[in-house]
């Protein structure tokens, strides 16, 4: 059993949430327009800061209210000190109080700030130039349920068991988070702690991370307004810094791709039993749904969080997923098929590329590259003979040039498409492709990349529709067999193709469930 207390978050976060007032300092800018002013801080919908106005040294392109690079703006408070990067604070109105006293003239003209900001904490820059242990929280409408999805996991005891939270433990290069979802009273938390000392940077890219592969897998990304908590010890008991953490907002419309509940994706007959030779009862037939019911690796979470972390083209691809599963299919489509193939150039090498030939048998290799030599002599011979007379120089250099990408067309004649490497990490991961599955990679991708109609117009649109809805989870479900194996994950995984074949009509081998 952990020990975990949150009410020392909520108690400053609380604190750090009170609308307050106090007075403004700028960096070591004594002459800009916010320093010495006084200033209140709101908290609603948004954050605001509402300085006091000023007189205003410049009426026309305000630069009485621009910030040098990484200036930071300190909100001196009688409770609680705030800090914000001066990049963070955002003009969202400006206004001018006297503007229409008649006793006013330009030089007594006074202007009125009001900004949004989008970073704040209540600890100077410096403070997040160590390594500190962090706490990441994040309040949500549903708490999470770990159990029976992953494993191994234990129970956590919040705030001396007022509640239990079921946790599991995410090691990321030598370095361990707990991931778990609890509730405080009414309200529920996501909330993910590092048990090592890590910087702040490294710490938001984790939970980033951690937040892509729980979307990849169960098909919710959680986002919104959080914040992240600092401490000195790795008992996370009391938090020294609150930072304002902003991420992307909820995206619920994925696709669950991994399951332990499959009476969701699959029908089970009733179970009939016999009696046997020696007059015991045994059951006929073996499926059952306990033979799918097994919970996600946590190493194999790890593993896909340390890819998106330390492959670009893999943190890519999982943007190209989470972000346009909710897209129009003329969008999700070509995407889909763009993560795929930047996952395809991680599973393979290029020195490992073995589709680079058509035929690779040494003799008929051999015999093509003479015949392509042969035909680039006689294009050669060709321009020469064709060529007109009073060519300017820049006019030969263009025909040449037109000539030479034939010639270079026909040395590559023997080249494997890029359809055949999109083929090969399934093959070097055993998994075989089905027909749909093969008429996408060499078919339907070819389609989307040189902009022809998908298909025949006349068949209708509803028809159409079906057809390229069928595509996209042929190709997700691609995406996601790829990801699971360079994870290292072998297993079942929800077949989305069979099930939504409900919508879209169309004939799919295999159940409910794959195993790859």
Same mark, same amino acid.
């Given at each position: ?7 020392a978050n909520l108690k400053l976060l609380q604190k750090f949430r009170t609308n ?15 320093? !010495? +002013? %006084?200033?209140?801080?709101? #908290? ?5 800061? =509402?300085? *006091? &106005?000023?007189?205003?040294?410049? $009426? ?66 410096t403070h997040y130039k160590k390594n500190r242990f962090y706490r990441f929280l994040?309040?949500?409408?549903? !708490? +999470? %349920?770990?159990?029976?999805? #992953? ?5 956590? =005891?919040? *705030? &001396?068991?007022?509640?239990?939270? $079921? ?84 995206? %619920? ?10 009476? =969701? ?21 073996k499926d059952t749904a306990k033979n799918y019911m097994f919970e996600f690796p ?219």
């Amino acid at each position: 059993m952990i020990d975990k207390c949150i009410n020392a978050n909520l108690k400053l976060l609380q604190k750090f949430r009170t609308n307050n007032s106090g007075i403004l300092t700028t960096g070591n800018s004594k002459n800009h327009s916010f320093n !010495g +002013l %006084s200033a209140t801080i709101e #908290f609603g919908r948004n954050i605001e800061l =509402k300085p *006091d &106005a000023f007189l205003s040294k410049d $009426l026309n392109d305000n630069k009485d209210i621009r910030f040098r690079k990484g200036t930071e703006v300190k909100l001196s408070c009688s409770l609680l000190d705030y800090y914000i990067s001066g990049s963070d604070l955002l003009p969202s109105s400006i206004k001018f109080p006297n503007f229409n006293n008649p006793e006013v003239d330009a030089n007594s003209l006074k202007k009125q700030i009001i900004a949004n900001i989008h970073n704040l904490s209540n600890q100077s820059k410096t403070h997040y130039k160590k390594n500190r242990f962090y706490r990441f929280l994040l309040p949500v409408e549903k !708490g +999470l %349920s770990f159990q029976g999805d #992953f494993y191994p996991y234990e129970f956590a =005891k919040v *705030d &001396a068991a007022t509640n239990n939270a $079921l946790t599991i433990n995410i090691e990321i290069e030598n370095e361990n988070y707990h991931f778990f979802s609890t509730h405080i009273k009414k309200q529920h938390y996501i909330v993910i702690d590092s048990l090592n000392k890590v910087m702040l940077e490294r710490f938001t890219q984790v939970v980033n991370s951690i937040f892509m592969t729980y979307a990849f897998l169960k098909g919710t990304y959680y986002g919104g307004l959080a914040h992240i908590f600092s401490y000195n010890d790795v008992e996370l008991r009391r938090p020294i810094g609150i930072r304002v953490f902003e991420s992307s907002e909820t995206i %619920s419309k994925g696709y669950e791709i991994h399951t332990t509940n499959p009476y =969701k994706y699959m029908k089970f007959r009733s179970p009939k039993f016999i009696k046997n030779k020696k007059g015991m009862i045994e059951r006929i037939g073996k499926d059952t749904a306990k033979n799918y019911m097994f919970e996600f690796p946590m190493e194999n979470y790890s593993k896909l969080c340390e890819l998106i972390l330390l492959r670009g083209s893999i943190l890519r691809s999982f943007i190209l997923i989470i972000d346009c599963s909710n897209s129009p299919l003329e969008l999700k489509i070509p995407a889909f098929f763009v993560a795929l193939e930047n996952i395809t150039n991680v599973v393979v090498n290029k020195g490992e590329n073995n589709s680079g030939e058509i035929f690779e048998e040494k003799e008929i290799n051999k015999q093509i590259k003479q015949i392509s030599k042969e035909a680039a002599k006689k294009i050669k011979v060709l321009e020469q003979e064709t060529r007109p007379k009073g060519l300017s120089s820049i006019e030969l250099k263009e025909r040449k040039a037109n000539y030479e990408r034939l010639i270079t067309k026909l040395h590559q004649i023997n080249k494997g498409s890029n359809n055949q490497k999109l083929a090969e990490p399934f093959e070097k991961f055993g998994y075989i492709l089905s027909k749909d599955e093969e008429n996408a990679l060499y078919i339907h991708r070819n389609k989307f990349i040189h902009g022809d109609d998908f298909f025949i117009p006349d068949l209708g649109f509803d028809k159409e529709f079906k057809e390229l809805f069928h595509l996209s989870f042929l190709v997700y479900t691609l995406c996601a067999i790829l990801l699971l194996k360079l994870s290292g994950f072998s297993g079942y995984i929800v077949n989305l193709p069979k099930a939504y074949a409900y919508i879209t009509k169309q004939k799919t081998s295999g159940r409910g469930l794959i195993k790859i």
